[in-house]
């Protein structure tokens, strides 16, 4: 009698475990991929946001002294008629996107200007912004 040879080649076992094995690595990469662009958009909305809030500052910073509580009235959404803050800013992009202009203390000096943006982001989550400076009188 010829003895048999060891039989080459993979068992149904081995090629179900290596299959498992592949798809296991592979929901950890698309998750991975998915955070990833999670991140990417929350970090491109935190951008656009501070860059309206940065445009906000300027728009501010270049009012005469006697006419930023006039121009930016303390708590007024958006801007009062006429100096929508929306346009200076470029226009709004975020969704729900609100600029509120405050201050600290409206006759102090130097006058301490708060800039708060919020917005809602991607997963409907509620974000907020501040930018804060001091201009003299």
């Known amino acids: 009698m010829k003895s048999r040879g060891k039989a080459k080649g993979l068992t149904l076992v081995e090629i179900v475990v290596a ?9 950890g990469i698309i998750q991975f991929f998915l955070s990833s662009l999670g991140l990417s958009e929350t970090s491109k ?3 656009i946001a501070m860059n309206h ?3 906000m500052m300027e728009a501010v910073k270049c009012t005469p002294p006697g ?4 121009d930016f009235p303390n708590g007024v959404a958006n801007g009062p008629a ?15 996107e609100q600029i509120i ?4 203390n409206a006759s102090s000096n130097p006058l301490e200007i708060i800039a708060g943006l919020s917005w809602q982001d991607r997963r409907g989550v509620n974000r907020t912004k ?7 009188r």
Request: aromatic share 12%; no cysteine.
């Open 130 to 136: 501040y930018l804060v400076i001091k201009k003299a």
């Open 19 to 27: 299959i498992a094995l592949l798809v296991f690595a592979a929901a």
């Open 45 to 47: 909305e935190e951008t």
């Open 67 to 70: 006419s930023i509580t006039s």
């Open 101 to 104: 202009v405050s201050y600290a």
């Open 53 to 55: 809030l940065i445009n």
């Open 82 to 96: 006429g100096n929508n803050y929306a346009t200076l800013v470029g226009g709004y992009a975020l969704t729900g």
